[in-house]
């Protein structure tokens, strides 16, 4: 069960920052878009990273001339259906992921493995789109997937051990390492780091701290890198919102369940980094300051 052929398909964020950590560790790899628009727009985003990294001294710039190299565009699902293994990580829509791997089983070789990116969706239920359960896996990538160490390979209860271990294989080969999680909302990561974000607002709400001190104790306190605030607005505060509706409908445990501020800043469109506002504000990016509005 060798990969040499990778597809990603959907070139995000996340879609980008896959395709070039396998473009970079050597893999022939094509990604495939709905539109030429988005499919320029992700592999600029790549040609980017790649030049700071060689700016950085963290590869060469022959490493990125070869990386880039590696790399082959598509708008056709039809021109996947040579590779080992598709990454899915498109929207984290279940509808629109089942349509697609439907579309995928038709195309894809018999051998080759199915993965999704998703960090909160049922492995199992976007399984049943397609007619090879066993050859389907989670394979959870983190943001930026250039960057980030880790990748949560998720089994389901018929996942084949061959192609699980060809997953941990797979993700070692990209300079990452692997850890090896069930079919279960959230996974490891999500669903221990969830409930303590959710803390945190919850801290807020009822006055024990301000944000700005809520994040300095959380960083001198416990050596995080960064406060719960500010991987917040990183994260996304509706990504944050979605992924713990989901957990809550999987457990109903209190814990899970999203805090009321959190929903009216969703419906606010305070999303936090990406949105200029979210519990701090960007207006000076380079000098984020608490959003005042939110405190009583």
């Known amino acids: 069960m060798e990969i040499r052929k990778v597809g990603i398909v959907g070139c995000g964020l996340m879609g980008s920052g896959i395709a070039q950590v396998c ?58 259906s040579g590779c080992d293994i598709v990454i899915e990580a498109i929207v984290e829509n279940l509808e629109r992921k089942k349509e697609l791997l439907a579309e995928l089983d ?9 993965a999704s990116n998703t960090s909160s969706l049922s492995i199992t239920e976007m399984m049943t789109a397609t007619r090879r359960g066993p050859q389907f896996i989670g394979l959870h990538f983190f943001n930026p997937a250039p ?8 089994k389901t209860v018929v996942s084949d051990p061959e192609v699980v271990r060809a997953g941990f294989e797979f993700a070692r080969t990209l300079g990452k390492t692997p850890i090896l999680t069930t079919d279960r909302a959230g996974f490891i990561v999500n669903r221990l780091l969830v409930p303590y974000l959710l803390d945190a607002v919850r801290t807020f709400e009822e006055g024990v701290g301000s944000i700005e001190d809520i994040d300095q104790g959380m960083k001198l306190g416990c050596n995080h890198p960064m406060g719960p605030f500010t991987l917040l607005d990183f994260v996304g505060i509706e ?32 999303y936090g980094r990406k949105a200029g506002k979210g519990f701090y504000d960007y207006t000076d990016p380079k000098n984020p300051r608490p959003n005042r509005l939110l405190e009583r």
């Open 106 to 114: 038709g195309v894809l070789k018999a051998a080759a493995i199915f």
């Open 147 to 154: 960057l980030m160490q880790l990748v949560e390979v998720i």
């Open 23 to 80: 473009a970079t560790a050597g893999y022939p790899t094509i990604v495939r878009e709905v539109s030429q628009s988005l499919l320029e727009k992700g592999l600029a985003a790549i040609d980017r990273s790649l030049s700071k990294l060689v700016e950085n001294e963290a590869l060469t710039a022959e490493q990125r001339t070869s990386a880039l190299g590696h790399l082959q565009q598509t708008l056709r699902l039809e021109d996947l």
């Open 239 to 270: 990504t944050t919102y979605y992924i713990a509706e989901i957990l809550f409908n999987e457990y109903r445990e209190k814990r899970f369940a999203p805090p009321p501020l959190l929903k009216r800043m969703v419906m606010a469109g305070l």
